[in-house]
């Protein structure tokens, strides 16, 4: 029988905003299918055996980690590990992937998403070395409107990880494409 192994996203209900972000990823990634994008199996909202609230996610298993790791590789204790390195082809395939994700988030769904919080350590790459885009516990759904196109949906506050964040966007936030697309440049440029 084919076994395919899975990750298991569980979340620390003790944590601020964990419930909400939840809700947000459950709802940006249960209509969305795209080849860059993590595999959502199927979710889970139950009480634990002490009665206390539970939520998991369960995602298609990426074999080879985060982008993240594959930039900034790191040495566990004396252990000869060999040093993970991508070549040139592998970087702009896997750029190729991120931008193809953002743009089918952007363009091809139903409700436009804005992912918020694009960094290397929320690309995640699969056995061929495909990027998958994840984490979208920080997500935006803005309805598809002739005024998207013409303006912006604004918010208080930073979403997503200040180092990817636009430059000069830390009070009020404007979501278009500039601000999404700026954490894919920065992710591609590193």
């Given at each position: 029988e084919d076994e395919n192994p899975v990750a298991v996203k569980v979340l620390n209900l003790q944590q601020q905003g964990a419930s909400k972000s939840f809700i947000v990823e459950c709802n940006a990634l249960r209509n969305i299918r795209h080849r860059n994008l993590v595999k959502i199996l199927t979710c889970c909202s139950s009480m634990d055996y002490n009665n206390n609230d539970f939520k998991a996610l369960v995602f298609e298993y990426m074999f080879n980690g985060s982008l993240e790791k594959w930039l900034h590789p790191m040495t566990v204790g004396n252990e000869n590990q060999s040093i993970l390195s991508l070549t040139l082809g592998q970087r702009l395939n896997i750029a190729t992937d991120v931008a193809s994700a953002i743009r089918y988030l952007h363009d091809h769904c139903d409700q436009s998403i804005i992912h918020c919080d694009l960094k290397p350590s929320n690309v995640l790459l699969d056995k061929e070395m495909i990027a998958h885009v994840g984490d979208f516990g920080l997500a935006r759904l803005i309805a598809n409107t002739d005024c998207f196109?013409?303006?912006?949906?604004?918010?208080?506050?930073?979403?997503?990880t200040i180092g990817y964040a636009p430059p000069g966007k830390h009070t009020t936030f404007f979501f278009d494409f500039y601000n999404n697309c700026w954490p894919c440049s920065y992710v591609i440029w590193r």
């Open positions: 196109s013409e303006s912006h949906t604004r918010t208080a506050g930073i979403r997503g």
